[in-house]
T-cell receptor
């Protein structure tokens, strides 16, 4: 069965600090897909990134970067030089190839960036 | 913007009453989903649809039913609402024709059952 663990329930940082959000997953499939979503205080869910299990390249998008390591079943998310607008709940999610459409979410990490 | 709307956006109802939430999409997506979000649980899949009149259960389907009579609308019904169904409900679509594609979410419906 698939499972996603986001061990950090809440993180608080001061603006301009770097912060890493952890995501550890469990799956028996060899093909799977990993996602990160952002939920700002306004409540909508915003897609950030999708990573396929056969592509272990790390990705950078502006201040955001993602470190995918199959050896440790982790897909961590780093925000460099955090800003107040980064304050949100961040969700990691997993979809197994054999589970069809089912997305399994972690419980989320509440990130607060203080000025 | 994936062209997803949900109605109503907020609803307060009483235990035992029926409730229907509507998800509407404008881009002819094949796959549609209903999730609920609760503190400490992230988002959990209730039901999903892979075409008109084709639906399947998710991990928390008890107490819920769905219908999809046309591509653009996916309805979630609580036949007899209970307080445990107080939650935020999100509809989602798949961006492509495959179940592998990325899911995009609607704005959510906050339901309170008194």
């Amino acid at each position: 069965a698939q499972k996603v663990t986001q061990a950090q329930t809440e993180i608080s940082v001061v603006e301009k600090e770097d912060v890493t959000l952890d995501c550890v997953y469990e799956t028996r499939d060899t093909t799977y897909y990993l996602f990160w979503y952002k939920q700002p205080p306004s409540g909508e869910l915003v897609f950030l990134i999708r990573r396929n299990s056969f592509d272990e390249q790390n990705e950078i998008s502006g201040r955001y970067s993602w470190n995918f390591q199959k050896s440790t079943s982790s897909f961590n998310f780093t925000i460099t030089a955090s800003q107040v607008v980064d304050s949100a709940v961040y969700f990691c999610a997993l979809r197994e190839e054999t589970s069809g459409s089912r997305l399994t979410f972690g419980e989320g990490t509440q990130l607060t960036v203080n000025p | 913007d994936a062209g997803i709307t949900q109605s109503p956006r907020h609803k307060v109802t009483e235990t035992g009453t029926p409730v229907t939430l509507r998800c509407h999409q404008t881009e002819n997506h094949r796959y549609m989903y209903w999730y609920r979000q609760d503190p400490g649980h992230g988002l959990r899949l209730i039901h999903y649809s892979y075409g008109v009149k084709d639906t399947d259960k998710g991990e928390v389907s008890d107490g819920y039913s769905v219908s999809r009579s046309k591509t653009e609308d996916f309805l979630l019904t609580l036949e007899s609402a209970t307080s445990s169904q107080t939650s935020v409900y999100f509809c989602a679509i798949n961006s492509g024709v495959s179940s592998r594609d990325t899911q995009y979410f609607g704005p959510g419906t906050r339901l309170t059952v008194l």
